[in-house]
């Protein structure tokens, strides 16, 4: 079993839909949760950081954690052209050292105008 | 603010051919840096992390090596590249074990 596991995807929905990307991981342990953004060719970009259970809220962006169930989530309201791009979950802690993440696979999001 | 730079941007090489790939980070001090390769639909992979000048862990035995020669650069390095090189490679900083990592934007390696 992996670590963590992204739904696939891809996605593709109307400007203005709201998106919801999803992950789940498995070591129980894991301490701190973070979503990326990464558009073609170009490094990914930290979008939310949390390390609570709960809802962490960022404008159009909200990052929801359940540590009971071990699933993350990233909610885009209005989604916009300018979202389209590859999301990345990442996970940390855990009993890992020196702020090494696990990664999931990604989600290729398209808004389409 | 903290910024970090990744040189080149893209980059073809034979096989056989050395590698370095540079990395430095402005803007902060003792930083904890990485090198992780992305290939397509498989995620990052990291291959080295540094949490000090000189100081280089490898989570994936291979074609490479890492070093850090000063406290905010970071290098990758091959003698021989194979095939299998090829990729997009990403360096990265954070802060402390629980924070975020920073990315650069990122090398393009084709070996031919």
């Known amino acids: 079993q992996k670590e963590v596991e992204q739904d696939p995807g891809p996605l593709s929905v109307p400007e203005g839909a709201i998106v919801s990307l999803n992950c789940t991981y498995s070591?129980?342990?894991?301490?701190?949760f973070m979503w990326y953004r990464q558009y073609s060719r170009k490094g990914p970009e930290l979008l939310m950081y949390t390390y609570s259970s709960g809802n962490k809220e960022d404008g159009r962006f909200t990052a929801q954690v359940d540590k009971s169930s071990k699933y993350i989530s990233l909610f885009i309201r209005d989604s916009q052209p300018s979202d389209s791009a590859t999301y990345l979950c990442a996970i940390g802690g855990g009993g890992t050292s020196y702020g090494k993440l696990t990664f999931g696979q990604g989600t290729i999001l398209t808004v389409h105008p | 603010s903290q910024t970090i730079h990744q040189w080149p941007a893209t980059l073809v090489q034979p096989v056989g051919s050395p590698l370095s790939l540079e990395c430095t980070v402005e803007?902060?001090?003792?930083?904890?840096l990485y090198w992780y390769r992305q290939a397509a639909g498989r995620g990052l992979q990291l291959l080295f992390y540094s949490v000090g000048i000189g100081q280089i862990s490898s989570e994936v035995p291979q074609n490479l090596s890492a070093s850090r020669p000063q406290d905010r650069q970071f290098i990758l390095s091959s003698k021989k590249l194979l095939l299998s090189d090829s990729g997009f490679y990403l360096c990265?900083?954070?802060?402390?074990?629980?924070?975020?990592?920073?990315f650069g934007n990122g090398t393009r390696l084709t070996v031919t």
């Open positions: 803007g902060t001090s003792n930083p904890n």
């Open positions: 070591n129980s342990a894991f301490q701190y």
């Open positions: 990265a900083w954070g802060q402390s074990y629980n924070s975020p990592l920073h």
